[in-house]
């Protein structure tokens, strides 16, 4: 039963779990005291940050392990925040962060700062120059993350962690999606993972802040993990952290090579199988593992039930899907569809034939959501109306524009359908959907209910 | 070789071990997604809840796991202290609390608040009339542990829950020392716990909030765990957790029985085996498996280092053992003596020859560590002064304390001995040597460098 969703949580590694099961005998006791069980603890902290260290590319006093790689982000923002509270309370972030990266900044203009977002491109990668641009005298703090985690796009940390270095402005990366892969480059000032995705286990954050960087940690502490993560250190799960993240960067270099060609395949077939698809994401600069695509007139949640019935577990950032019914931040920034969204991430070792079945499969699930839902199978009939107004009030996604793509053939090429609608994902996905389709977006205006979108008809 | 430093942290419960391997395999997927693995590990997951509720003593609902005890104290009272803003800004606790109560006491008053610390006796009991006396129109929040985590003393929490219940103050019980043996009686409102306390896994807190008590999250929160503990829940060790907890209290009840007689020898054997001892602590209402002495004329660091080397894993609250070398702030509270401090916390299972091993052993670590340090050994050759002045300038503890058991021969009855110390525990020692020496506590003034410690010779 192939298990797609490596992004969200990877599968223990098999180093990981050896290593904790040793700890758990060896390392349950408290580094901090002074009797031999407590020494053993210590030795095998210190050894597990000097690991990490390595495999991230700092000294082993710059890092210390949270109890998870949202925990690392929150307190390494908020701990730059307020060490450069001189500086000014300036925040730049790129809006395809991860949520806990927005969060922190949402607390922060709650608070009286200033937040920046910086927009990405449709392949959901931000513009550096933009994104130096925005740098002010006032800034106190800049976070760009490695790689996107529902997209898989690479962000140019390097070169924008140059000019932040330059002009004085902290770099915080989330790393999270990428340091599997290898250690991020370029001259970043403070950087966060997560081990439950490269094959660590739970509960586990490492947080990196290079020397010199202002930082003063907010909230109570104590004398734990230098006075920036307090509680008990988990001992055994850190042991295991390091020593699978020591062992994954060991099989990186040739697994990315393979699973590349894995997502490739799915990023080259996924069109050819099934109609009305957008694969999203940048096509190049992009994380081995990640491929994401889009399907029009379909919904996510009923998607991804027909793909885990058919034993794949897949993951969707649509509204649909998610537990809190609001469309992806991420595919919203992209302006790219979010109906029908699926994320495929292989873990480690995925077969091919894994990846073949799933194409083998894909187009029957995708056939038979459609089917459902009544999405239009050919062109309609074409009575040459010059004016079509469609209420889909109350109607979620996908409907809005299985009503749309149904109706369109009742106008006359250069007439307008005007859809009424007040699901909050209708205009991107209205918008996706002229793009795909090469129709006319002319715009949109507040309704009685809702918003009414405007699309006229090009072919 | 005996561990006996269980209230620090207790070696993990075989169940324990066993429900984390099970869940290893069976709960690394992320419990929000709707594929077969993550629906697996919500089932995990609902039913740890389920079992920790019961154990707890309160709803399912009302229960959220967090990353450590520290973490479920901090948020716990931030979000009491936010959520009753407008009933006011005053917050209560013992003197004895736990350091993460103290710290997060500390940012709140650093941030406006005011804070009452309520006083305890010489056994470490917060007197329940002191306490409801402090409760103010402006309380937001009153905290109190279940039982002190240095001496074992129970604290009269239901009478205290009673009266606050009635004035509608919330009150938060960090029961962090008592879970394994039993829930925690009593209405309160907050409650907090630490897995790896009672033999569960490190990185597993819990925090328990009664319905009806306002309570607003601090900082940035995600969607899980209700929204009170951010990041990826550590599932496997959560599911540990439960299990061991309801394992340990399979086995509290006879197991607390004997361990309470054990702990009991100590208390009775250690001051007829070795001179100069103080057993601190309620001799009633107290924990089964804690109990801590003060030897006089002793460093508890090298007194650690000599029962480690016979084998004895045992923690101390003595400012010589302590990282940070500041004085147990229990210990402090109580007024007892902290140097030479040991505490003995059994963990479930304890033989009774380790206990008569235990015993065999101190009386020569101790004469070991007074013999280096050149303790007194018999009375002085009495040359009948009327004043003497001791300087221990840049001495630490217990030095000042030697010197003076050794000066006071020299000093008629009657007279007096002054000693000038800048050490931080001095007044404490020197207090609790006359306490114990039957001599008379004159008092202390500054002195150029630090202070001068007036004792009378009584004896």
Redesign the interface.
């Known amino acids: 039963?192939p298990?797609f969703?490596a992004a969200?949580?990877a599968?223990?590694h098999p180093v990981a779990?050896q290593a904790?099961?040793a700890a758990?005998d060896e390392g349950?006791?408290?580094p901090?005291?002074?009797?031999?069980?407590?020494r053993r603890a210590r030795l095998l902290l210190d050894a597990a940050r000097e690991a990490a260290a390595d495999a991230v590319g700092c000294r082993p006093d710059e890092l210390v392990f949270t109890?998870?790689?949202?925990?690392a982000l929150?307190t390494g923002m908020?701990g730059v925040l307020a060490g450069r509270r001189r500086a000014g309370r300036h925040l730049i972030v790129s809006a395809v962060e991860h949520?806990?990266v927005l969060?922190?900044a949402?607390?922060h203009e709650g608070q009286g700062g200033s937040v920046t977002e910086i927009p990405v491109d449709r392949g959901g990668r931000v513009d550096a120059s933009l994104f130096v641009r925005a740098l002010r005298e006032d800034t106190a703090l800049a976070c760009l993350q490695s790689a996107n985690h529902e997209v898989g796009t690479v962000q140019p940390v390097a070169e924008i962690a140059e000019v932040c270095r330059a002009t004085g402005v902290p770099l915080l990366v989330d790393a999270a999606q990428s340091l599997a892969w290898g250690p991020v480059e370029g001259d970043w000032s403070v950087l966060a993972g997560?081990a439950?995705k490269w094959g660590g286990?739970?509960?586990v954050?490492l947080l990196a802040v290079r020397k010199g960087v202002r930082f003063s940690v907010?909230?109570?502490?104590?004398?734990r993990e230098s006075g920036r993560a307090?509680?008990?250190?988990?001992?055994?799960?850190i042991v295991a952290a390091a020593a699978s993240l020591r062992a994954v960067r060991t099989e990186a270099a040739q697994e990315a090579v393979r699973l590349r060609e894995l997502t490739a395949l799915i990023r080259a077939r996924v069109p050819e199988l099934v109609a009305d698809v957008e694969v999203v994401g940048d096509p190049e600069r992009r994380l081995p593992h990640i491929v994401t695509f889009s399907c029009l007139y379909v919904d996510g949640?009923s998607l991804?039930?027909e793909?885990?019935r058919a034993g794949?577990?897949?993951?969707s950032g649509s509204s649909c899907?998610s537990?809190?019914l609001t469309p992806s931040h991420v595919l919203k920034a992209m302006g790219v569809l979010s109906e029908g969204n699926v994320r495929i991430s292989l873990p480690p070792g995925t077969s091919g034939e894994d990846v073949e079945r799933f194409l083998a499969v894909l187009p029957g699930a995708v056939a038979s959501v459609r089917e459902k839902l009544g999405a239009p199978v050919g062109p309609a009939a074409s009575p040459g109306l010059k004016e079509l107004v469609l209420d889909t009030l109350g109607k979620r996604c996908p409907l809005p524009v299985i009503e749309l793509a149904k109706a369109i053939g009742q106008v006359a090429v250069g007439g307008t359908v005007t859809v009424l609608s007040d699901d909050e994902v209708a205009e991107l996905d209205i918008r996706a959907w002229c793009h795909l389709r090469g129709q006319e977006y002319v715009g949109e205006e507040p309704a009685e209910r809702g918003w009414a979108y405007v699309v006229r008809r090009l072919v």
Request: no cysteine.
């Open positions: 039963m298990y969703d969200t949580s599968p223990l779990k904790l099961l758990l349950w006791a408290d901090a005291r002074l009797y031999r069980e407590g109890a998870s790689g949202t925990q929150h908020a949520s806990a969060h922190s949402a607390v997560s439950h286990p739970a509960g954050g907010q909230g109570p502490v104590d004398e307090p509680g008990f250190e988990n001992l055994p799960a949640e991804l039930h793909l885990d794949f577990s897949v993951s899907t537990s809190t």
